[in-house]
């Protein structure tokens, strides 16, 4: 049995060529999500400052949810300085350092310079120190790079803006041997954090046992902070790290979705050519006694030996490209350095298995019409092309893309982003229904072709209107690749810049005011700068931020947290118009809070309605309802007052004074910008890049595997042309049927993708910008048709030439 | 008249198999030559290089008046549409096309438009009438090859191909065929070369050709089946000795 295979497969190179490329690259696309997916899951930052320190006790990083990855909170939440007490009292304990860490920037020649952190002096861990310790509120010592890098030296004075405040300090050592960063002395620090402790690091006293003294310290910590030996101390230290590989499981795992699927209907779309390829020899093998079951075996073996073929240079591809993607990431500042690349055997076992099942059943239901067919039929239908597809599949189908249809129309009667999701899984379904209506459609399509083509024309155009009908099955897989092509690229495209321009547009109209005030360098707008603002004369000023809330849920019994972007206003609120459709914006503070309308759609909410909510940094509250507002691609889904939010805020507006007099003001404050886009900073988003380079890959992998098929149905054309041929028909004329064929299919593909992206595109337009034209590349739908019919057009002609040529 | 001329046709394959070894022969219109011979003796590529499917190594090959043995694939196309209908054993009709479609498919593919009465007369005389909206699938072996043989006669060509006609057909429907080839012959004067292995097929025709290793070994008129059972059975023997 397996000699057959191989001698029939020998013979059936070029497809199986396809099937080995769709295998392959499939591959390399399945264990590279899975390695990125594996190093979000299993990949933590070693520790760094404290790499010496026993114990790490800190606030959770993650929320934690029963059978589901953990949420990654936005912000921590601190120590209490009753807790710093309790665990420096533990037996065993020889030192607790309380470490505080805030973004500081000094002033050097009228300039702030970004990126630095300070802290209190006793996380300098070093007694090496040129000059001597900072001891008081006026003092600070630095690391050596940093000082070399700001050309401070022992004895001069320079001023930080930190802690909300700009304050002058004079340099009272440079600390060879310290980590890089500010240091204060840790009365300073606390007072300039507003907080005890971030994080706790602890030296076990000789002797002591390190695993005990974690247990211990966890009792006389009480129950909420995290205490951490080994390994684990790296996601305390450095939570953000740990947040950053939760963002890429979040990313691998949304990515794998589309990954999957595309990759599975390549692989089953080039067997199906291969099977087809063989439908004679299997008729023949049926004919000679050869079970249904022997048959599928025969081209089920054929396909899994491909698949081992490819499957070595796929994984190890897969793991190479990890490796650069992992970089990549870190470059865009989505995935911190700290975290490596988590290397095991794992994503390879995975593809393996994966491809080796879909390649199984595709190449069992590929041949499964061939196979079950009575012998004789067998016999006679392989002289023609195979029969009707299914009316099943194609009523399944057309159902698909029915349903599809309707659930686009879901940005329109659910408002704003709760509709998006909708959309995203409507273009999927219609893809799949695709997938099984497309030799229906195709067949269709011809016969409409056919009938209302132009009786001038010409003989070549009828002829390949109806041999796209008659071969439909032949290049259906094909042409519903082209088209999946085409849906997947308009789609994905404006699916995320409508709700980006949405966003960018919204925030623009909601928070319009003379003066607009960001501070990127100092990573938010200092208070200070914000009350230099307010105490102008006449002016009014509000403050704008962004944060995250998580909703908690239960779900069959499981703790389930939803995320949700979230807006800090403080400040003159009436300055922003977040389109209040319910209530009193005015009244948002403490604990009253606005709620976006599809967030009060979801929860039942109307104003004086309580809700809790966990905070960016994990803090439960209750919060009461208090507006309703319409711009959530702006705002998010809930607008809370600062004491709910963390860190300062992002952006600035103010009214009653101009630019120029603004400028005046913040002059006390370098590292501010006034006039800079609103909220340009929370629309750019880094994994925009990554979808559209997984996008862009997808698509040369869905267009490769077209080429491929179409390549191989074209050689398989011999004997029609023969009968063309025989009837009077030129090689000119067979070249004009065969690109007339290509044009037919290339611009019936174009049509059917932007007709099941469009409906989606048009009605997110509705929904997200209130006009029916999305926001996006356009330019991308005329070069989509253009790649699409270039690949149809010499698929098929190049082939065909060569064919006439022999 | 001539409808065929070969003066002197070679073929060598690839490989240096010599299919058809000088080969000279004249067909005149209004001639129903069956070309008879052993697997191997060269009678389908002597076909193929009279009909101008082929090329010819060396020789001259003329098509009603037409020298096509110099001529590329795309003019020997336009000779072979204009002067030349083929029927085939597995009849070769386009699946994807009606049989009306079929019938016309040679015109449309000239480009002129077709003798409705001419086309009408053929349909009748093969009992294809009411058959016209169906596909090729839709029809049984004998039907389909009437279809295939008024689509070469649609053009009204010097020459009708026909390449074992009967080859997939039972003995009843095969008679029915020639039967048909007779009448076109006698009736309307059309030129048929017939290839065929079959002894009463071949009996059919006004002469037989009878090939060996390339060469016309004989040419046998008005020869009965027996008879020409009987030569072929020497040939045969001669063949193995």
Redesign the interface.
């Given at each position: 049995m397996r000699a057959i295979a191989f001698t029939m497969a020998r013979k059936r190179v070029a497809s199986l060529i396809a099937v080995f490329v769709a295998v392959l690259f499939g591959a390399v696309a399945v264990t590279t999500c899975a390695v990125l997916g594996e190093t979000g899951i299993r990949g933590t930052a070693p520790p760094g400052r404290f790499a010496d320190a026993d114990v790490l006790v800190g606030a959770p990083a993650e929320l934690e949810q029963v059978e589901d990855i953990d949420i990654p909170l936005a912000a921590r939440a601190p120590v209490d300085a009753s807790v710093i007490a309790a665990v420096a009292a533990v037996p065993g304990v020889e030192r607790v350092i309380a470490d505080l860490s805030v973004p500081a920037a000094p002033v050097t020649g009228g300039q702030a310079v970004p990126g630095l952190t300070g802290h209190g002096w006793s996380s300098a861990m070093t007694g090496e120190i040129t000059g001597r310790a900072p001891t008081g509120p006026g003092e600070l010592a630095l690391d050596a790079a940093t000082a070399a890098r700001l050309g401070l030296a022992p004895g001069a004075t320079t001023d930080v803006i930190a802690g909300g405040k700009r304050a002058s300090y004079t340099v009272t050592g440079v600390a060879a041997g310290a980590p890089e960063g500010l240091y204060w002395d840790d009365a300073t620090a606390a007072a300039l954090a507003g907080r005890a402790a971030d994080l706790l690091a602890v030296w076990a006293a000789p002797g002591a046992d390190t695993g005990d003294l974690a247990e211990a310290i966890a009792a006389a910590a009480g129950p909420g902070p995290v205490v951490a030996t080994g390994d684990d101390r790296g996601e305390v230290e450095n939570p953000a790290a740990a947040g950053s590989a939760g963002e890429l499981i979040a990313m691998a795992g949304a990515l794998s979705g589309t990954i999957l699927m595309v990759v599975g209907f390549m692989v089953a779309a080039a067997l199906s050519v291969h099977v087809a390829g063989q439908a004679p020899e299997l008729a023949l093998m049926r004919a000679v006694g050869a079970t249904p079951r022997q048959a599928r075996r025969l081209v089920a073996a054929q396909g899994t030996v491909t698949a081992l073929l490819a499957l070595p240079f796929g994984i190890a591809g897969g793991y190479a490209l990890a490796g650069v993607a992992r970089d990549w990431f870190v470059s865009l500042g989505m995935l911190s350095p700290e975290i490596a690349t988590a290397w095991s055997p794992l994503p390879a076992l995975i593809a393996i298995v994966l491809f080796l099942l879909t390649v199984g059943l595709s190449a069992r239901a590929a041949a499964f019409g061939v196979s079950r067919l009575p012998v004789t039929s067998a016999l006679a239908q392989t002289n023609t092309e195979p029969r009707p597809e299914g009316p099943v599949r194609s009523a399944i189908g057309f159902g698909l893309v029915g349903l599809a249809l309707v659930m686009t129309a879901a940005p329109v009667a659910m408002p704003g982003i709760a509709g998006l999701a909708a959309v995203g899984g409507a273009s999927l379904m219609s893809v799949i229904g695709l997938a099984l209506a497309g030799p229906a459609l195709m067949r269709k399509g011809a016969v409409l072709i056919a009938r209302f083509l132009p009786r001038r024309a010409g003989v070549t155009s009828w002829l390949a209107a109806h041999n796209i009908g008659a071969y439909a099955a032949r290049t259906a897989g094909a042409v519903t690749g082209l088209a999946l092509a085409v849906t997947l690229a308009v789609t994905n495209a404006f699916l995320q810049t409508t709700p980006d321009e949405a966003a960018r547009a919204e925030l623009a109209a909601g928070l319009s005011a003379p003066v607009s005030v960001t501070a990127p360098a100092l990573r938010g707008v200092p208070a200070y700068a914000v009350d230099a603002l307010a105490a102008e004369p006449g002016a009014r000023v509000a403050t704008f931020g962004s944060t995250t809330v998580y909703e908690p849920s239960e779900q069959d019994g499981k703790q389930r947290y939803e995320d949700h972007p979230a807006t800090v206003l403080g400040g003159d609120v009436a300055l922003a118009d977040p389109e209040v459709t319910d209530g009193d914006l005015a009244a948002v503070k403490d604990t009253s809070v606005a709620v976006s309308a599809s967030f009060a759609l979801w929860g039942g909410l109307s104003t004086g309605d309580e809700v809790g909510l966990l905070l960016a940094d994990g803090r439960p509250v209750t919060v009461t309802v208090v507006a309703v507002y319409a711009r959530e691609f702006g705002f998010g889904s809930m607008i809370l007052a600062p004491g709910l939010g963390s860190g300062p805020p992002s952006t600035v507006i103010a009214e009653g004074l101009d630019a120029a007099r603004a400028r005046e003001v913040l002059s006390i404050a370098p590292g501010t910008l006034v006039g800079g886009e609103v909220g340009a900073a929370a629309a750019e988003r880094p994994d925009k890049w990554v979808n559209l380079v997984v996008i862009g890959g997808l698509l040369g992998y869905v267009l490769l595997g077209v080429v491929n098929g179409l390549v191989a149905a074209t050689a398989r054309r011999r004997p029609e042309f023969d009968a063309l041929r025989h009837s009077g028909a030129t090689p000119r004329q067979l070249m004009a049927v065969a690109r007339a064929e290509a044009l037919f299919f290339g611009a019936g593909a174009a049509a059917v993708g932007l007709a099941l992206s469009l409906p989606p595109l048009l009605f997110l337009g509705v929904g997200a910008l209130g006009s029916p034209l999305p926001v996006g590349p356009y330019w991308l739908i005329p070069v989509m048709c253009g790649v699409v019919l270039a690949a149809a057009y010499f698929a098929t002609v190049v082939p065909a030439r060569r064919l006439l040529a022999r | 008249m001539t409808a065929v001329e070969l003066r002197g046709v070679t073929r060598v394959y690839d490989g240096g198999v010599t299919a058809l070894d000088g080969v000279s022969l004249r067909v005149p219109r209004g001639a129903f030559l069956a070309v008879m011979g052993q697997s191997g003796s060269g009678k389908s590529t002597l076909l193929h290089c009279a009909s101008g499917?082929d090329v010819p190594t060396s020789g001259s090959i003329t098509i009603a008046g037409t020298e096509i043995a110099g001529l590329k694939?795309?003019k020997r196309?336009?000779v072979?549409?204009e002067h030349v209908g083929?029927v085939?054993q597995?009849y070769?009709?386009?699946?994807?096309?009606s049989v009306e479609?079929?019938i016309t498919?040679?015109l449309?593919?000239?480009?002129t438009s077709p003798d409705r009465a001419w086309l009408a007369s053929l349909v009748a005389r093969t009992g294809l009438s009411g058959m016209l909206g169906r596909a090729p699938?839709e029809l049984s072996g004998g039907q389909r090859q009437r279809v295939s043989i008024v689509?070469a006669l649609a053009?009204r060509p010097a020459v009708v191909f026909a390449d074992e006609p009967t080859g997939a057909l039972d003995s009843r429907t095969a008679a029915g065929i020639l039967d048909l080839f007779t009448e076109l012959v006698d009736e309307l004067g059309q030129t048929i070369v017939m290839v065929t292995h079959d002894p009463a097929a071949a009996a059919r025709a006004h002469d037989t050709l009878v090939m060996s290793d390339g060469r016309i070994g004989e040419i046998l008129s008005r020869a009965t089946a027996g008879e020409l059972a009987a030569r072929l059975g020497r040939v045969w023997e001669g063949a193995g000795a």
């Amino acid at each position: 049995m397996r000699a057959i295979a191989f001698t029939m497969a020998r013979k059936r190179v070029a497809s199986l060529i396809a099937v080995f490329v769709a295998v392959l690259f499939g591959a390399v696309a399945v264990t590279t999500c899975a390695v990125l997916g594996e190093t979000g899951i299993r990949g933590t930052a070693p520790p760094g400052r404290f790499a010496d320190a026993d114990v790490l006790v800190g606030a959770p990083a993650e929320l934690e949810q029963v059978e589901d990855i953990d949420i990654p909170l936005a912000a921590r939440a601190p120590v209490d300085a009753s807790v710093i007490a309790a665990v420096a009292a533990v037996p065993g304990v020889e030192r607790v350092i309380a470490d505080l860490s805030v973004p500081a920037a000094p002033v050097t020649g009228g300039q702030a310079v970004p990126g630095l952190t300070g802290h209190g002096w006793s996380s300098a861990m070093t007694g090496e120190i040129t000059g001597r310790a900072p001891t008081g509120p006026g003092e600070l010592a630095l690391d050596a790079a940093t000082a070399a890098r700001l050309g401070l030296a022992p004895g001069a004075t320079t001023d930080v803006i930190a802690g909300g405040k700009r304050a002058s300090y004079t340099v009272t050592g440079v600390a060879a041997g310290a980590p890089e960063g500010l240091y204060w002395d840790d009365a300073t620090a606390a007072a300039l954090a507003g907080r005890a402790a971030d994080l706790l690091a602890v030296w076990a006293a000789p002797g002591a046992d390190t695993g005990d003294l974690a247990e211990a310290i966890a009792a006389a910590a009480g129950p909420g902070p995290v205490v951490a030996t080994g390994d684990d101390r790296g996601e305390v230290e450095n939570p953000a790290a740990a947040g950053s590989a939760g963002e890429l499981i979040a990313m691998a795992g949304a990515l794998s979705g589309t990954i999957l699927m595309v990759v599975g209907f390549m692989v089953a779309a080039a067997l199906s050519v291969h099977v087809a390829g063989q439908a004679p020899e299997l008729a023949l093998m049926r004919a000679v006694g050869a079970t249904p079951r022997q048959a599928r075996r025969l081209v089920a073996a054929q396909g899994t030996v491909t698949a081992l073929l490819a499957l070595p240079f796929g994984i190890a591809g897969g793991y190479a490209l990890a490796g650069v993607a992992r970089d990549w990431f870190v470059s865009l500042g989505m995935l911190s350095p700290e975290i490596a690349t988590a290397w095991s055997p794992l994503p390879a076992l995975i593809a393996i298995v994966l491809f080796l099942l879909t390649v199984g059943l595709s190449a069992r239901a590929a041949a499964f019409g061939v196979s079950r067919l009575p012998v004789t039929s067998a016999l006679a239908q392989t002289n023609t092309e195979p029969r009707p597809e299914g009316p099943v599949r194609s009523a399944i189908g057309f159902g698909l893309v029915g349903l599809a249809l309707v659930m686009t129309a879901a940005p329109v009667a659910m408002p704003g982003i709760a509709g998006l999701a909708a959309v995203g899984g409507a273009s999927l379904m219609s893809v799949i229904g695709l997938a099984l209506a497309g030799p229906a459609l195709m067949r269709k399509g011809a016969v409409l072709i056919a009938r209302f083509l132009p009786r001038r024309a010409g003989v070549t155009s009828w002829l390949a209107a109806h041999n796209i009908g008659a071969y439909a099955a032949r290049t259906a897989g094909a042409v519903t690749g082209l088209a999946l092509a085409v849906t997947l690229a308009v789609t994905n495209a404006f699916l995320q810049t409508t709700p980006d321009e949405a966003a960018r547009a919204e925030l623009a109209a909601g928070l319009s005011a003379p003066v607009s005030v960001t501070a990127p360098a100092l990573r938010g707008v200092p208070a200070y700068a914000v009350d230099a603002l307010a105490a102008e004369p006449g002016a009014r000023v509000a403050t704008f931020g962004s944060t995250t809330v998580y909703e908690p849920s239960e779900q069959d019994g499981k703790q389930r947290y939803e995320d949700h972007p979230a807006t800090v206003l403080g400040g003159d609120v009436a300055l922003a118009d977040p389109e209040v459709t319910d209530g009193d914006l005015a009244a948002v503070k403490d604990t009253s809070v606005a709620v976006s309308a599809s967030f009060a759609l979801w929860g039942g909410l109307s104003t004086g309605d309580e809700v809790g909510l966990l905070l960016a940094d994990g803090r439960p509250v209750t919060v009461t309802v208090v507006a309703v507002y319409a711009r959530e691609f702006g705002f998010g889904s809930m607008i809370l007052a600062p004491g709910l939010g963390s860190g300062p805020p992002s952006t600035v507006i103010a009214e009653g004074l101009d630019a120029a007099r603004a400028r005046e003001v913040l002059s006390i404050a370098p590292g501010t910008l006034v006039g800079g886009e609103v909220g340009a900073a929370a629309a750019e988003r880094p994994d925009k890049w990554v979808n559209l380079v997984v996008i862009g890959g997808l698509l040369g992998y869905v267009l490769l595997g077209v080429v491929n098929g179409l390549v191989a149905a074209t050689a398989r054309r011999r004997p029609e042309f023969d009968a063309l041929r025989h009837s009077g028909a030129t090689p000119r004329q067979l070249m004009a049927v065969a690109r007339a064929e290509a044009l037919f299919f290339g611009a019936g593909a174009a049509a059917v993708g932007l007709a099941l992206s469009l409906p989606p595109l048009l009605f997110l337009g509705v929904g997200a910008l209130g006009s029916p034209l999305p926001v996006g590349p356009y330019w991308l739908i005329p070069v989509m048709c253009g790649v699409v019919l270039a690949a149809a057009y010499f698929a098929t002609v190049v082939p065909a030439r060569r064919l006439l040529a022999r | 008249m001539t409808a065929v001329e070969l003066r002197g046709v070679t073929r060598v394959y690839d490989g240096g198999v010599t299919a058809l070894d000088g080969v000279s022969l004249r067909v005149p219109r209004g001639a129903f030559l069956a070309v008879m011979g052993q697997s191997g003796s060269g009678k389908s590529t002597l076909l193929h290089c009279a009909s101008g499917l082929d090329v010819p190594t060396s020789g001259s090959i003329t098509i009603a008046g037409t020298e096509i043995a110099g001529l590329k694939e795309s003019k020997r196309a336009l000779v072979r549409r204009e002067h030349v209908g083929f029927v085939f054993q597995s009849y070769n009709l386009v699946p994807s096309l009606s049989v009306e479609q079929n019938i016309t498919l040679p015109l449309r593919l000239a480009g002129t438009s077709p003798d409705r009465a001419w086309l009408a007369s053929l349909v009748a005389r093969t009992g294809l009438s009411g058959m016209l909206g169906r596909a090729p699938a839709e029809l049984s072996g004998g039907q389909r090859q009437r279809v295939s043989i008024v689509r070469a006669l649609a053009a009204r060509p010097a020459v009708v191909f026909a390449d074992e006609p009967t080859g997939a057909l039972d003995s009843r429907t095969a008679a029915g065929i020639l039967d048909l080839f007779t009448e076109l012959v006698d009736e309307l004067g059309q030129t048929i070369v017939m290839v065929t292995h079959d002894p009463a097929a071949a009996a059919r025709a006004h002469d037989t050709l009878v090939m060996s290793d390339g060469r016309i070994g004989e040419i046998l008129s008005r020869a009965t089946a027996g008879e020409l059972a009987a030569r072929l059975g020497r040939v045969w023997e001669g063949a193995g000795a």
